[in-house]
């Protein structure tokens, strides 16, 4: 089969997914709604109970989901196709930590950091992980050879551990409600409330993924190092750096919407991979399709497991990707 | 047709590098560049294929400074086999001999069905052809090896630099891969460098050698004048029986005692 076929049959299959899941989502929870009665013309909307669950409380948690989803299994494949080890994640790296760090401040700081409409919630958490992938850089570019997996987890605990630390010293100063609010969100939670926030990440995110869509081929041949796609015609030093950056950008969108929500970014492209094969032509638009279907359907689990309670999703995420991350570091590792 | 014109470098204060090196390649020819560890073999290679450039001096491709091409033109120019390529994930040997076709495409083509036939053109070439849809971590060494130079061939380049082909080889594998790139020298007049300190691999493989100590030129010329018991000693500080071996067809170097130790 020629890879055009492969690739709009993978892109087709997945995006039916997607949009399953995007559809079907918002009707399950534990309240039950009635579709004919949200689209009631005669209610008026605030009467309307049915579509303010619908369109006030599903709809902007599962479209969070997705977009964070996408973009934080896209960000893994980058991650992992640029430091040679498939254990590289936005999560895994210390890089979602950095962008909560950023997030933290911009949601605690008295002083309004906003310019030209663009919030300063996701522009503080791309500073963040940019901040922290930057240091990734450095390590990667010291070891021309690929990062270790050793290496990588040690750089990724230290850099986790050291945000961490600045996360709490900025709780410890902040005062007590704002504190329980940045708690719930730090461990990974899609109750973004209303439009607004997933308005102000969607910039980044597309961006992002208009840079993510010029890297494919490029990644492909990085897994043979550096070197060697140099010997074949790759910009690698210019392919890094768009790399890093858009990675970084699609970190800094989901962690400003969503907190840290870990995992995604190992689980997906791994499963992924065993089902396209590694040609980040076909890896990446499947994984950021499959990442958005599999956040949102975490979300639909977290809203339902102990209805009428909400678990952070975070917590749902990382109960099954922390298994499966061992799963993987005892099998993958050479 | 590759040229090299006191080319200076180094990584470092201090660390070792190439002082002063020329060479001249004729199209066509089959050079290997022998020398002890940290000689600067490596070093040259990665210079010659632009992968670092010189401190000084001029690396030239018909008359082109390679510090003046862009990482696709020399890519369609130059190809280079390392020693050993490992993957970080799973792919099919056809899909790695397909990213040589890299250079050739635009940045957003898929391969043609013409890029295919090449690349199976290649792995037949080489002997590799009923591997093609296996997975290249499943294969061994010297299957790994062959499957990299057909990715080299793939990339239709006149010009293959290879840095110790077989140094992570058996003899088996080695007479194998000598052979290949003989019948690839051979039929498709590809013009190439080895770098190589396995002294029998490069007399039976190279018409012209660069003797490399301590980043400088000791001597260079056809084999046959090149290699001798009185180079092979200032190369190694190694007494060593040179000979021409009728089984073999090519000269043979025995290696006998060691003249002084390690500085």
């Not at chain 1, 010293?169 to 973004?192: E, H, I, N």
């Not at chain 1, 990382?318 to 050479?334: M, Y």
């Not at chain 2, 000084?56 to 018909?62: F, L």
Request: glycine fraction near 10%; charged fraction near 15%.
């Amino acid at each position: 089969m020629s890879l055009r076929r492969r690739m709009l049959i993978t892109v087709a299959v997945f995006g039916l997914i997607a949009v399953a899941a995007l559809v079907l989502a918002p009707l399950v929870g534990s309240a039950p709604i009635s579709l004919r009665r949200a689209f009631d013309p005669s209610v008026p909307f605030a009467d309307n109970a049915d579509a303010q669950i619908l369109f006030v409380s599903r709809l902007p948690r599962t479209l969070a989901a997705a977009l964070v989803g996408a973009a934080l299994a896209a960000a893994g494949v980058v991650f992992q196709a640029l430091l040679r080890n498939p254990l590289a994640t936005p999560f895994t790296l210390g890089v979602s930590a950095g962008a909560a760090l950023g997030a933290i401040l911009a949601i605690t700081l008295p002083v309004s950091l906003a310019f030209a409409g663009v919030g300063a919630v996701p522009i503080a958490s791309f500073a963040g992980a940019l901040g922290a992938v930057a240091m990734v850089y450095v390590l990667s570019t010291i070891r021309r050879r690929g990062m270790s997996t050793s290496v990588l987890l040690l750089a990724g605990i230290t850099l986790n551990a050291f945000f961490s630390a600045l996360i709490l010293f900025v709780q410890y100063m902040a005062d007590f409600s704002q504190t329980m609010r940045t708690v719930r969100w730090l461990m990974g939670d899609l109750d973004v409330g209303s439009y607004a926030p997933i308005l102000a990440a969607l910039p980044f995110t597309l961006l992002a993924f208009a840079v993510f869509a010029c890297l494919p081929r490029s990644l492909n041949l990085l897994t043979l190092g550096s070197d060697a796609a140099a010997a074949r015609g790759v910009d690698v030093v210019r392919t890094q750096r768009l790399a890093f950056f858009s990675a970084s950008l699609a970190t800094g969108a989901a962690v400003s919407l969503a907190g840290p929500v870990g995992f995604i970014g190992i689980i997906v492209p791994h499963l992924v991979r065993l089902l396209v094969g590694s040609d980040h032509r076909l890896v990446l638009p499947a994984s950021a399709l499959f990442g958005a279907a599999f956040l949102v359907i975490c979300d639909v689990a977290a809203r339902t497991l102990i209805a009428p309670m909400v678990l952070p999703v975070g917590i749902l995420t990382a109960l099954i990707g922390g298994p499966f991350f061992l799963w993987l570091l005892i099998h993958k590792t050479s | 047709m590759l040229r090299g014109a006191d080319v200076h470098f180094a990584y470092g204060p201090g660390q070792a590098g190439l002082h002063g090196v020329s060479l001249d390649v004729g199209r066509g020819g089959l050079v290997g560049v022998l020398g002890p560890n940290g000689s600067g073999k490596t070093t040259l290679l990665r210079l010659l294929g632009g992968l670092l450039t010189p401190a000084s001096g001029r690396i030239t491709i018909d008359g082109r400074d390679v510090a003046h091409m862009t990482r696709r033109e020399l890519a369609r120019r130059i190809a280079i086999v390392p020693q050993e390529t490992r993957l970080s994930f799973e792919y099919s040997v056809l899909e790695v001999v397909l990213m040589g076709r890299f250079p050739h495409l635009g940045p957003f083509e898929l391969e043609s069905p013409d890029d295919v036939t090449i690349a199976r053109d290649a792995l037949a070439a080489t002997g590799t052809l009923a591997l093609a849809d296996r997975p290249y971590q499943t294969l061994s060494g010297g299957e790994k090896q062959r499957v990299i130079i057909a990715g080299a061939l793939a990339q239709a380049t006149d010009l293959m630099l290879l840095d110790e082909p077989t140094a992570a080889l058996d003899p088996g594998y080695q007479i194998e891969i000598a052979a290949l790139l003989r019948r690839v020298s051979a039929d498709r007049g590809v013009t190439m460098v080895v770098a190589t300190h396995d002294l029998n691999f490069a007399a039976g493989l190279c018409r012209d050698l660069l003797l490399l100590r301590e980043g400088r030129v000791l001597a260079s010329g056809p084999t046959a004048e090149a290699l001798t018991r009185e180079s092979v000693r200032a190369l190694y500080d190694v007494e060593a029986d040179v000979t021409f071996h009728q089984g073999a067809g090519h000269l043979t170097v025995v290696p006998l005692r060691r003249l002084r130790g390690t500085e």
